[in-house]
């Protein structure tokens, strides 16, 4: 992914929280805790890996559509096909 410093400062934050979270999780299954509180941390990790795939999405699609990236062009099928994997 190239992007500019602006656009990967935040996606990098979503990913370490995530990170941080997912770490969290597993602890929790580790030493038994009780399965609302691990579903409820799981889902938070859920939402931040949401987010920085949104974010990445989003401060990459001028590169996607125009090709920018000395990559070509996506097409509309494979944008569509990128943001379903997200859903």
């Given at each position: 992914m190239?992007?500019?410093e602006e656009s990967v400062r935040p996606v990098?934050?979503?990913l370490r929280r995530a990170q941080g979270q997912l770490a969290a999780?597993?602890?929790m299954?580790?030493?038994g805790r009780d399965c609302e509180d691990v579903v409820t941390q799981?889902?938070?990790?859920s939402r931040a890996l949401?987010?920085?795939g949104f974010k990445i999405v989003a401060s990459g699609m001028r590169q996607?559509?125009?090709g920018d990236s000395g990559t070509p062009?996506?097409?509309?099928?494979?944008?569509?096909?990128l943001f379903l994997a997200l859903a």
């Open positions: 190239q992007a500019d990098l934050n979503h999780v597993i602890a299954v580790e030493s799981l889902a938070a990790v949401d987010r920085a996607c559509l125009t062009p996506m097409t509309r099928r494979e944008l569509e096909k």
